[in-house]
């Protein structure tokens, strides 16, 4: 597979056919994960820590999943609600 840093939408797809579970190096997450709320800044922390501890990993924002495997394309987001 080819680096997360070459990703492309197409991939994205790729993993939701082919119903790639995520792991402890991948992670998929809503839009709504990116929300500015202390929660969610807390669980993106805790996520990127785990990773930074760890082989490293990729966080798929933009995924809609169910019992660990991704469904679907998320609706989006809009950029003046993300975390900074």
């Given at each position: 597979m080819k680096s997360s840093k070459e990703w492309l939408e197409i991939d994205i797809i790729q993993l939701i056919e082919n119903q790639v579970q995520d792991f402890l190096e991948l992670d998929y997450?809503?839009?709504g994960a990116l929300q500015k709320?202390?929660?969610?800044?807390?669980e993106i922390s805790k996520i990127v820590s785990s990773f930074a501890n760890s082989n490293g990993g990729v966080i798929v924002y933009g995924v809609n999943e169910s019992g660990n495997l991704p469904e679907s394309i998320?609706?989006?987001?809009?950029?003046?609600?993300?975390t900074n």
């Open positions: 997450k809503v839009c709320k202390e929660g969610k800044k807390k998320d609706v989006g987001f809009d950029p003046n609600d993300i």
